[in-house]
């Protein structure tokens, strides 16, 4: 058993981007611990610290879902602006496309006992957590509609195990699932 999720991960150019962003205008944030390159993505559906991965793998290969596409922008934070536990980039086009992959996804592995978050799902990048909260409205306001990188095609899904270590989590690639044309 294991901590894992599925997700959907940038490509490079699209990650680029994402560290342009970061390392000149939000690099200056107070108390932002940043995610590395390595470690964002788009999670489909977080499985918990109890997955069988070999199990998750199986389920998702049945997943008959098509290729979309998708565009990063506009800045927010979880769980409000005025006090950011979580800085993040949101999905500017391809959300509804996210959220039936992400439903999709969650049908195949809710036999499995990973039943789907009852809140409604909301695609994003993590940027940055923070311990304490963090007044972000001026930061959030100034990015709410910046672009973020080149609009791109989401091929596949990934299955990713998460070990988490002092130096942050570590997520290694289990299984890819491609999605059809």
Known sequence: MARAFVAVRPPDDVLDAVEGLVGSELSS???ARWTTREQRHLTLQFLGNHADIDAVGAALEALAARAGTVALGGVG??????????????VAAGGAFLAQLAAAAGALLAPLGHESEAREYHPHLTLARFKAPADLRDVVEAQAERSVGASFAVEEVVLYESNVRSTGAQYT?????????
């Open 77 to 90: 934070a979880f769980p409000s602006a005025r006090r950011a536990r979580v800085l993040w980039v949101g």
């Open 173 to 181: 690639e289990r299984a890819v699932v491609r999605l059809s044309d």
């Open 29 to 31: 944030i107070a108390g």
